[in-house]
């Protein structure tokens, strides 16, 4: 049996992404996967040739003024040594952020961590749930309770700390890892088969 191996790179400003990496990095292991959570301002070359060994890259950041924090940004630039190389392309990608409105433009942040792997020629894992909290019978206890299909969003009040993450927006950032590893595994099993 083929153990992916799923790195999550991450900028989390004031908490509130960190707890949902965490997520994604307890649902891939959950799914069986090796993982490694990087903090992209902390990142160092053994952590960039960790990110070229893996099978799958998430990618995370708060959506500040509408995208993905500056600090992100700075990473994403760096990884362009990797894209003369082509040293991520066939790789899954995936992502989440986090924001204090409900939309929060965090669309926008999951389109730049899509172009992004698009660019390094990776394929990208979307979220794979049907939107939540939108019927009479639903609540905001149901996973993607936004309703966002290209990743993991989260809403979390400005005026709040990391603890106050909602728990369904853990358990979506959850299931995104759990997506990912499994993901992960078929991609190996047939690169090992072919």
Not at 85 to 112: E, I, P, R, V, Y
Request: aromatic share 8%; no cysteine.
């Amino acid at each position: 049996m083929t153990t992916p191996v799923v790195s999550i790179a991450y900028h989390s400003g004031y908490g509130h992404t960190a707890v949902l990496a965490e997520a994604v990095r307890d649902g891939a292991a959950d799914a069986g996967a090796q993982v490694h959570l990087i903090k992209v301002d902390e990142i160092t070359e053994e952590q960039w040739a960790t990110l070229d060994a893996s099978d799958a890259i998430v990618f995370g950041s708060p959506t500040y003024m509408g995208t993905a924090s500056g600090t992100f940004h700075v990473f994403a630039e760096a990884s362009s040594k990797r894209w003369f190389g082509q040293d991520w392309k066939d790789k899954l990608a995936a992502g989440f952020t986090n924001s204090g409105s409900k939309s929060g433009d965090k669309l926008h942040t999951l389109q730049f961590f899509q172009i992004l792997a698009a660019q390094h020629g990776m394929n990208w894992v979307n979220l794979g749930l049907h939107p939540g909290w939108n019927v009479s019978t639903g609540s905001e206890h149901d996973l993607n309770r936004l309703g966002v299909f290209a990743g993991a969003a989260a809403q979390t009040n400005n005026d709040e700390g990391p603890e106050a993450v909602h728990k369904a927006d853990i358990a979506t950032a959850r299931h995104l890892g759990r997506r990912v590893a499994e993901a992960a595994r078929v991609f190996t099993l047939g690169r090992a088969a072919a």
